[in-house]
């Protein structure tokens, strides 16, 4: 059962009389639920096009009249139960627990022996519904066991929302806001566990106040990099929106990402899609690693639902992408190279450049850029780095960029054959008039966890803007990497 048994406080303290837990009730979702659905029947999968958006916690101060804490998570269904022969939503009340050990650490909320994931993850949508009103919330279908529970004292419900208060009287409560110490900081010492699982914030919904969930979307979570951002972004505590649109086929079943359910969307719904997650989860960041062609209909978009972006994707009209993106008065980082250590080199070479314009006046330029067959387009990398040599008094256009495809040239260059599929291999050569000098500046990369956890640092850069409400701009990885993003 569900019983607060103590809150240890710590030294300066506020009086809370009451502790009030609030769990909104299903937002029906034009998209249907991320999480799998079974089952055949038409109808059945109508009924079940219904999602938990989201739960919060919140803890008044009656007496005082103000909320002192709110913890929001996710608590997406996770169970379907079959219930009299008809499937019914399990809304997953462990998320509620998991929220609860994210409160602050010296806030402690004992749990009873019963108060488990099994007793918890019991409570039906029905049975909350049905005997809310009648003033009985059930647990495990045993009927009155909250009334049961001490100190509960009583609840108001509404159709979408069911509250119910714990006299928790003499409970005292840590002042959480501390001089110096942002309130952000101080609610959460332990920040990546708790950036890990806050959850959905449904803005805009339950006409609740929005919160601080760290969400992010990626399009296209089916693609090789929109798929390793999405597990290096929960890897780091991020959470995945359960939505991404897609260029290419439209699987049924939603994509399981490292245990987060995606579900893939064609972009004939982009609009759709994007307006329900600009409702649903604020604060949230959009990822694109996409195709040329897509770069500035999507960028466009996502200032048209004034989502900040990061667009690692390479190519399309970039000069159009800078100036719409800055005109939008919408945060974005736009950068077509991600990984960290290339892009401290190419910060390198645009100091060189500004510091010595035109010391490689009279010398030659190859470039040489190695990727997977299946890349559609020249190295973007290279092409910024290769602005530098030309102020660096290069006689060099972009078109002069070789280009190389096909495996046998990159087996001979020294790709390994297992990164065929997936590499980066770089070489600027420079040779002096009289080929007496060469410079040879080369950044080879196997895989893409470099670009995946430049693009986290990235979105979090941004969260960090967002959250300091500083200007509203469009910053590149240079910038990002300034910020100390470095690690
Ligand atoms: N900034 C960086 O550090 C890096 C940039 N890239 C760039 O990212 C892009 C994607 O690369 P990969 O993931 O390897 O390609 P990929 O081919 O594996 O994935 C691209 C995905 O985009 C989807 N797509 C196509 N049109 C779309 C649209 N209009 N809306 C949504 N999705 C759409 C496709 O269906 C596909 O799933 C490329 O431009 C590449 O150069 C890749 C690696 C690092
Ligand atoms: O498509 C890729 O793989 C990559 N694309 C980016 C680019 O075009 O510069 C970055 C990196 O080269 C990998």
């Given at each position: 059962m569900f019983k607060i048994n103590s809150i240890n406080a710590s030294s300066r303290k506020t009086q809370v009389t009451q502790i009030h837990i609030v769990i909104d009730l299903p937002v029906f979702s034009p998209?249907?639920?991320?999480s799998q659905i079974s089952g055949s029947n038409i109808r059945q999968k109508q009924n079940l096009r219904?999602?938990?958006?989201h739960c919060h916690i919140s803890m008044h101060n009656i007496r005082e009249k103000r909320k002192v804490q709110c913890v929001t998570g996710s608590a997406l269904m996770r169970n379907w139960n079959l219930q009299g022969g008809k499937q019914v939503p399990t809304l997953c009340l462990f998320s509620v627990r998991e929220f609860i050990e994210n409160l602050p650490q010296d806030l402690k909320v004992d749990f009873h022996e019963d108060s488990t994931r099994m007793s918890l993850q019991s409570v039906t949508l029905t049975s909350l519904v049905s005997h809310s009103h009648l003033g009985l919330i059930s647990l495990n279908s045993s009927s009155t066991a909250l009334q049961q529970?001490?100190?509960?004292?009583g609840f108001v419900c509404c159709p979408r929302r069911i509250s119910f208060s714990s006299a928790a009287g003499g409970l005292e409560w840590p002042q959480?806001?501390?001089?110096?110490?942002s309130s952000r900081a101080s609610r959460r010492p332990n920040r990546n566990v708790a950036e890990r699982n806050l959850g959905i914030r449904a803005a805009g919904m339950d006409g609740s106040e929005p919160s601080s969930e760290k969400y992010i979307m990626i399009?296209?979570?089916?693609?090789r990099m929109g798929r390793a951002v999405a597990e290096a972004a929960i890897g780091a505590g991020l959470k995945i929106a359960p939505y991404t649109i897609t260029g290419g086929p439209v699987p049924e079943e939603p994509l399981d990402i490292l245990g987060s359910k995606v579900k893939v969307c064609g972009k004939e719904r982009r609009d759709e899609v994007l307006d329900l997650v600009r409702k649903q989860y604020s604060g949230l960041v959009m990822v694109d690693y996409t195709v040329p062609d897509a770069v500035n209909e999507n960028a466009e978009l996502y200032c048209k639902y004034n989502l900040p972006f990061v667009m690692g994707?390479?190519?399309?009209?970039r000069e159009r992408l800078l100036t719409f993106a800055r005109s939008s008065g919408n945060y974005a980082v736009i950068a077509p190279q991600m990984g960290k250590q290339v892009v401290a080199f190419q910060a390198a070479m645009e100091i060189m450049a500004k510091e010595?314009?035109?010391?490689?006046?009279?010398y030659k330029l190859e470039v040489t850029e190695s990727h997977?067959?299946?890349?559609?387009?020249?190295s973007g990398t290279a092409k910024e780095i290769v602005k530098s040599f030309q102020k660096l008094g290069l006689d060099f256009n972009?078109?002069?960029i070789g280009m190389v495809r096909d495996a046998d040239s990159q087996i001979a260059m020294g790709v390994p054959s297992e990164h065929l599929g997936g590499h980066a291999f770089h070489t600027y050569r420079l040779t002096s008039p009289d080929n007496t000098v060469e410079f040879k500046f080369e950044h080879n990369v196997c895989g893409r966890s470099i670009y995946a956890q430049g693009t986290v640092d990235a979105v979090l850069f941004l969260m960090k803007k967002i959250e300091e409400k500083s200007e509203k701009k469009v910053f590149n990885m240079i910038d990002v990497l300034h910020e100390g993003a470095m690690r």
């Open positions: 998209l249907g639920p991320p219904r999602q938990v958006s529970q001490q100190p509960v004292k959480l806001k501390q001089p110096g110490i399009n296209d979570c089916n693609g994707t390479s190519g399309g009209d010595f314009p035109g010391a490689f006046s009279g997977q067959s299946n890349k559609l387009d020249t972009l078109d002069q």
